[in-house]
């Protein structure tokens, strides 16, 4: 598999999407295309569409809803002209009654008449702005990711779909951590502002090191303070909490990339 320009910066979405089809890239996505907009993938049988719309509504700093498709259509024309969900998102997880089933490169061969798909506000793209706004993120300058941790922290039920809130970390410098709560309050359809500063604990999470999926910058310089958003993953536990015979979303930081610019969405 090759990866033409390391990361994919200088390309176009539709140039990376296309590549993801051939199995030409398949690394995360957080520095790929960053002028356009990502999203978190969800995608449930249509008997649960609506219920899961609800929870979205209920907790839009976690689930900020950029598109919705119709049943059975792998494609939301309003995000991407020729985006198929099946293809071209680098990696997925099939959770099968409310478990893990697998983690495949495509979805084309289980994909169903009956699905619905939805696509959430993605914190890669309010990085780019925080970026643009004068801070560090060291865990990008290092070629890593955010980390992500599941908190005790609830969310608002909705129908079938409840459980804890989970957070993406940054770790920043307190100043930065200033500037990125003002620079990121004014951007709702990218999480908002941060959930929680400082303190881990506070939050159920009693070890940085144990982030949810594994990967992720999780150590803390004297210097910094950890910074937590919500974050999409949590309709991953909020699937598993309703234990749906079969839904699917992304896998880890392969997010779905769209061909709408950053400004277009942004507050």
């Known amino acids: 598999m090759t990866r033409p320009d390391g990361n994919g910066t200088h390309l176009t979405p539709s140039g990376i999407r296309r590549l993801i089809r051939e199995d030409r890239f398949g690394g995360f996505t957080n520095l790929a295309a960053s002028d356009y907009v990502q999203g978190n993938l969800m995608i449930v049988p249509a008997d649960a569409a609506d219920e899961f719309e609800g929870f979205c509504a209920s907790n839009p700093q976690a689930l900020p809803l950029l598109g919705r498709s119709e049943p059975g259509d792998a494609r939301i024309p309003a995000l991407a002209d020729d985006l198929d969900l099946r293809t071209d998102v680098g ?3 099939v959770f099968r009654n409310g478990d893990v089933a697998a983690v495949v490169p495509d979805i084309a061969d289980i994909w169903r008449d009956d699905l619905v798909a939805f696509v959430i506000g993605c914190s890669f793209s309010f990085e780019t702005l925080l970026r643009r706004g004068g801070v560090r993120l060291r865990h990008l300058d290092e070629g890593n990711v955010s980390a992500m941790y599941v ?10 779909f409840g459980g804890p809130l989970v957070v993406s970390m940054r770790a920043l ?13 004014a951007q709702p ?6 959930v929680h500063i400082g303190i881990p604990e506070l939050i159920g999470i009693d070890d940085l090191q144990n982030s949810y999926g594994g990967h992720g910058l999780k150590t803390l310089r004297a210097d910094e303070l950890p910074v937590f958003w919500a974050c999409g993953a949590t309709a991953q536990l909020a699937a598993l909490h309703a234990r749906l015979p079969f839904c699917i979303t992304h896998h880890k930081a392969h997010m779905v990339l769209t061909d709408r610019l950053i400004e277009e969405i942004a507050a």
Request: proline share 12%; net charge positive; hydrophobic share 40%.
């Open 91 to 93: 990696a997925y997880t």
């Open 189 to 194: 359809r990218f999480h908002g502002a941060p």
């Open 151 to 160: 908190t005790t922290l609830p969310t608002v039920p909705s129908g079938r």
């Open 173 to 185: 410098t307190p100043a930065d951590a200033i500037r990125a709560t003002l620079l990121s309050a």
